[in-house]
């Protein structure tokens, strides 16, 4: 699917972004990464809507945060959410709440995130291992491979792939679906849109030295690995996916040659590119017609999943 025009308030809120990012005191520091870097220590202490329970998992390496509803709760089947932040961001007040929006448009599923550990500091293979771990947890509790959702943004969405490579390849069963936004799956930045959408991009273009650039997470290893760029992975008995990206995004290639290959492989997979859109625009909610719209293809793509 792709959309033919962008609405007033998308083209809006995309100019206001490329305005801010081009900023000489600030938008240095928001392309480079190094603001994400901090907002989690900075930013307010979340308060938890008062229809969910926030339950906190101290772990040894990472926290999880398992988000519940109080009423209505489904417990046909689990989300396991990885943030996004380019591998230098820790867990942020957006991503709870993505995990609330997760839980609405899915009819009440549990969403269960975790702070993985991220770069400089604890580079690759640090968030994999986090995730490995979070997901051997859940099976622990006592959910079924079946039951897990995998869902992720920027990062996160890669890191998601990444770990479905990592649990086939130790012949683990693999969760029963996948949802990335805007996945970063190409480490090595090889893809076409990296030069067609480097002037268009208003969160990472018009520089090399954005985030998406960054070797922070890849240190000394290949980032051809596919447990770091899982476009050049397997995809063959990979679980339904469903991929949503902007057009206007230099990862825009990430997205699309994901979706090529896996469906090459024998994998169902649903790509859908917002004409105009930026990078992780599913995170202004209900304020924008794409990004409402986005929700809603989530949560239709989770019915799917559930009468599976």
């Not at 039951?147 to 990592?166: E, F, K, N, P």
């Not at 995170?283 to 799917?304: C, H, N, Q, T, Y």
Request: charged letters at 25%; a negative charge; aromatic letters at 10%.
């Amino acid at each position: 699917m792709r959309e033919s025009e962008p609405s007033i308030s998308g083209k809006f809120m995309r100019d206001m972004i490329a305005r801010v990012t081009n900023d000489h005191l600030i938008g240095k520091r928001i392309k480079s990464g190094e603001l994400r870097k901090k907002i989690g220590e900075t930013e307010p202490p979340w308060k938890c809507p008062a229809c969910f329970t926030l339950t906190v998992t101290e772990l040894e390496n990472f926290t999880m945060e398992l988000l519940e509803s109080k009423e209505g709760a489904s417990t046909d089947k689990i989300i396991l959410q990885l943030h996004g932040g380019g591998y230098v961001g820790a867990m942020r007040n957006a991503y709870r709440m993505f995990a609330g929006l997760y839980n609405e448009v899915s009819h009440g599923m549990s969403v269960l995130t975790i702070d993985y550990r991220v770069a400089p500091e604890n580079p690759y293979p640090a968030a994999l291992l986090d995730a490995y771990e979070a997901y051997a947890y859940l099976i622990s509790q006592g959910w079924f491979a079946e039951q897990i959702i995998l869902a992720g943004d920027s990062a996160g969405g890669g890191l998601a792939m990444a770990l479905c490579h990592y649990l086939k390849d130790r012949g683990m069963q693999l969760p029963c679906g996948i949802v990335a936004m805007s996945p970063w799956t190409d480490l090595t930045a090889g893809g076409e849109s990296y030069e067609t959408n480097f002037e268009k991009d208003p969160l990472f273009g018009k520089t090399r030295d954005s985030l998406i650039f960054n070797k922070d997470y890849v240190g000394d290893h290949d980032p051809m690995d596919a447990y770091i760029s899982p476009l050049f992975g397997d995809f063959r008995e990979f679980p339904p996916m469903l991929i949503q990206v902007g057009s206007y995004e230099m990862l825009l290639s990430d997205s699309v040659s994901v979706a090529a290959k896996a469906r090459e492989q024998g994998v169902k997979v649903r790509l859908s590119i917002y004409e105009g859109m930026f990078h992780v625009f599913q995170m202004a909610a209900k304020m924008l017609p794409e990004s409402r719209r986005a929700w809603v293809e989530i949560g239709k793509f989770m019915d799917v999943l559930l009468r599976e």
